[in-house]
């Protein structure tokens, strides 16, 4: 019951700071069903995890797909179907262990049911993933198939330059009420990147629906200046959403949800004003891997503002294609230009 107080007191914060409707009861109501969960297929060591899993997320309104047992479908027909229903949802869960499990049915098929199935979501491209290997697996104690399997989810929960993917993959070796929460977080933030996403009345100067531009600063902001660039954005017809942790005492609790709040948006500004130095290095390298993700779905703009004081250094970083705008004697609006023509 904690646990779900705070999802939805994040939802709210959230939506007040994107500009997205508040919440109404219905949509706290654990009975609505507006969004769609996969829940792979599973060795037989976890099943009764997923059996648990799969009447809690029920409970919460979730609608878990696939919808039929998978030994009703016939062979020749199973990785159609896998793709219907994956297509329909907007979350996957994939709950992976020890073992790699029985070849799943068809004559040229040679993976395993839940292998088949992470693969599968993958290629779909629109899913949120969550895989979640228990901390006591040991991939090289695992069957060498199981072991490539696990070493690959790793490889691609932590990229780096080893290729993109439409949205993050988030991998959790930790306890099933860690998962629970991970997944309850991520179905709040698909619903709201649904909601964004839909037909916007105020388009102004931009073409098309107007783009969601995430603004991310520190909590320690003696010059204000995250609030007044927000200030200054909130009335260019585009939507801004300021992705700060409330908590100045726990920093890293914004970095982890960084890569989740960068998959929603369109665009993003980093501000740094009187933040420390770790803080910023780890907050633009974590924003650079997430741009490494969306080579299929670029960023329409990357950028860093360096604000006051003036006697602070410059920044050291140069990337391609990121703007870089100096600001450090002050943030006047035409500041923002080349900032916001990068967005027409």
């Known amino acids: 019951m904690a646990n779900d107080i705070y999802l939805v007191l994040f939802e709210m914060h959230q939506r007040a700071e994107m500009g997205a409707a508040p919440l109404s009861p219905a949509s706290v109501s654990a009975k609505s069903t507006t969004t769609q969960i996969f829940l792979a297929d599973v060795t037989d060591d976890l099943l009764d995890a997923r059996d648990g ?42 709950l992976i ?12 098929e040679t993976r395993s049911v839940p292998h088949l199935e992470f693969e599968l979501a993958r290629e779909a ?30 490889t691609e ?18 306890g099933i009420e860690e998962l629970k929460s991970e997944i309850l977080i991520q179905v709040r933030e698909a619903r709201m990147a649904r909601e964004l ?13 107007s783009p969601l531009l995430c603004v991310l600063f520190h909590p320690v902001d003696e010059h204000g ?71 299929k779905h670029p960023y329409l703009v990357k950028s860093i503002l360096n604000g006051p004081p003036p006697h602070k250094p410059e920044l050291a970083f140069s990337f391609r294609d990121w703007v870089f705008v100096d600001c450090r004697s ?14 027409r």
């Open 53 to 94: 899993l799969r009447r809690e997320l029920e409970a919460h309104g979730i609608e878990v797909l696939p919808r039929v047992d998978l030994g009703a479908v016939p062979s020749p027909e199973l990785v159609n179907h896998l793709k219907a229903e994956l297509k329909q949802a907007q979350v996957s869960v994939h």
């Open 225 to 295: 200046l995250g609030r007044d660039v927000f200030e200054m954005l909130k009335g260019e017809a585009l939507d801004v959403w300021c992705q700060v942790h409330p908590d100045p005492a726990k920093p890293r609790d914004s970095l982890e949800r960084m890569p989740r709040a960068m998959a929603t948006c369109d665009a993003f500004l980093i501000v740094h004003a009187d933040a420390p130095l770790e803080w910023l290095n780890q907050v633009v390298l974590g924003a650079r891997k997430q741009v490494l993700r969306r080579l």
């Open 197 to 209: 996403s839909g037909p916007r009345s105020n388009k102004g100067q931009f073409k098309g629906n």
């Open 157 to 174: 929960a932590d990229p780096k330059d080893n290729g993109p993917s439409t949205l993050p993959l988030t991998l959790l070796r930790k």
């Open 125 to 154: 491209g629109h899913l949120r993933r969550i895989v979640s290997v228990p901390p006591e697996i040991d991939p090289n104690r695992c069957p060498p198939r199981q072991r490539d399997l696990i070493e690959a989810i790793e």
């Open 330 to 343: 002050g943030v006047v609006r035409s500041a923002l230009d080349p900032f916001l023509d990068n967005m």
């Open 97 to 108: 262990g020890g073992f790699y499990g029985r070849e799943a049915p068809g004559a040229y």
